[in-house]
């Protein structure tokens, strides 16, 4: 392997610039999960909060200024640091890297399957089951089956009885975010393939990407897209940024041409969602957010090195190196921390469900930085094994 012809100092600003945004984009994952529970039940009661029109306005802007763009970031920045600095792409080099993939990504995929999966069993059994009434212990299902499923379609894993009866929407693991995972992974062992192609092709096999995933999330939402949604996202995305990689390009310099009209374009497009929302043109709205991808990932990135240039922000290594705990934590609790706020608070208005949502942001966003540095310092090994991180 040889190393490419890149500066010592582009390379340093790309790299702060993307760690950077690694924290504040494991935030918007969460920000997102969090407001997408439209509602929840506390002891027998229903609260919906699609009725208050408050939650609701909030709602799109969180759905069409925030959602799905943080994803598509970190597979960008994923397919940019695999091919980063190789110039020969060798089979040595990718069983290397393979062999990086199974600390990094397969091992943490299981542990926090395993956990989210636990953690489900639990709420089928006293005193937990009193949170969820109607969950009987006998309906779980520990055939091996049900086991493989926790890491696919949890809808059919061990705890397949509390899914409403015909379920559908998209193929989630037991821990939900994990499906980038299994997307990374996925690419992961594509490479070979990727470096090929893009290397004969070059933009125009990201272009080809593109379009493919254009016309997979803009079909008809009653579809059930699955897995399919899921790898044609990956696939653009960390061809693009294998694609920035593997041509050595300077993102300081390509990204930055466009800052302006990026942001420009990312404001345009979101308020396009927000007005589709409202007037139920789903089709515009999905047609809107996958447009709007790519002008975020350049303005998010231009936004970052520019904080960065002017010296009013900085890497903070803890939160940095915390971002990956967040968002592979963060959805296990998050519905029964929404629950336990609404009936702690007892909102009486629609602008004090909104605070309760926020509340709930910074609360967990804190709670899972102050474990992430208790492990850090007092269980460093096991932090590491469950993250595969360093």
Not at 146 to 169: M, S
Not at 365 to 381: H, S
Request: contains cysteine.
């Amino acid at each position: 392997m040889r190393t490419g012809g890149n500066t010592a100092a582009p390379r340093a600003a790309h790299s702060q610039a993307l760690d950077l945004l690694r924290f504040p984009l494991a935030v918007v994952v969460l920000t997102v999960h969090a407001f997408g529970i439209q509602g929840v039940q506390v002891y027998g009661e229903y609260h919906d909060f699609m009725s208050m029109p408050a939650y609701e306005a909030v709602y799109y802007f969180v759905m069409s200024f925030l959602a799905e763009y943080s994803l598509a970031i970190y597979f960008f920045i994923s397919g940019y640091v695999f091919f980063l600095g190789v110039d020969d792409f060798t089979l040595g080099v990718w069983k290397r890297k393979l062999r990086n993939r199974l600390k990094t990504l397969l091992i943490p995929f299981i542990v926090w399957n395993v956990l989210a999966a636990m953690v489900e069993v639990a709420y089928f059994y006293p005193p937990l089951s009193a949170l969820r009434p109607g969950l009987d212990a006998g309906d779980l299902d520990f055939s091996i089956g049900a086991v493989l499923q926790i890491f696919w379609d949890n809808k059919h894993g061990i705890t397949a009885a509390a899914y409403p009866p015909g379920d559908g929407g998209a193929i989630y693991p037991a821990d939900s975010p994990l499906w980038f995972l299994r997307a990374l992974m996925f690419m992961s062992l594509l490479a070979p393939a990727l470096h090929y192609l893009i290397k004969r092709l070059k933009f125009y096999f990201v272009a080809a990407a593109y379009l493919v995933w254009f016309c997979v999330y803009i079909a008809d939402s009653g579809v059930d897209k699955g897995v399919a949604l899921e790898v044609t996202t990956a696939l653009f995305a960390f061809s693009l940024g294998a694609y920035m990689s593997i041509f050595k390009k300077d993102m300081l310099a390509v990204f930055g041409r466009y800052f302006r009209l990026s942001a420009v374009a990312y404001v345009a497009l979101s308020v396009v969602q927000m007005a589709a929302f409202y007037c139920g043109a789903s089709t515009l709205q999905l047609a809107a957010k996958v447009l709007a991808v790519p002008a975020v990932m350049v303005f998010a990135y231009n936004l970052s090195a520019w904080l960065l240039r002017r010296k009013w922000c900085r890497v903070v290594p803890l939160l940095a190196s915390a971002s990956f705990f967040v968002y592979v934590a963060h959805k296990i609790f998050l519905t029964n921390i929404v629950k336990a706020m609404v009936y702690i608070i007892g909102p009486e208005s629609q602008f004090a469900v909104v605070g309760v949502y926020v509340a709930v942001v910074v609360l967990e966003t804190l709670a899972l930085l102050g474990v992430f540095w208790l492990m850090q310092r007092y269980t460093p090994r096991l932090l590491k094994f469950a993250t595969g991180r360093k």
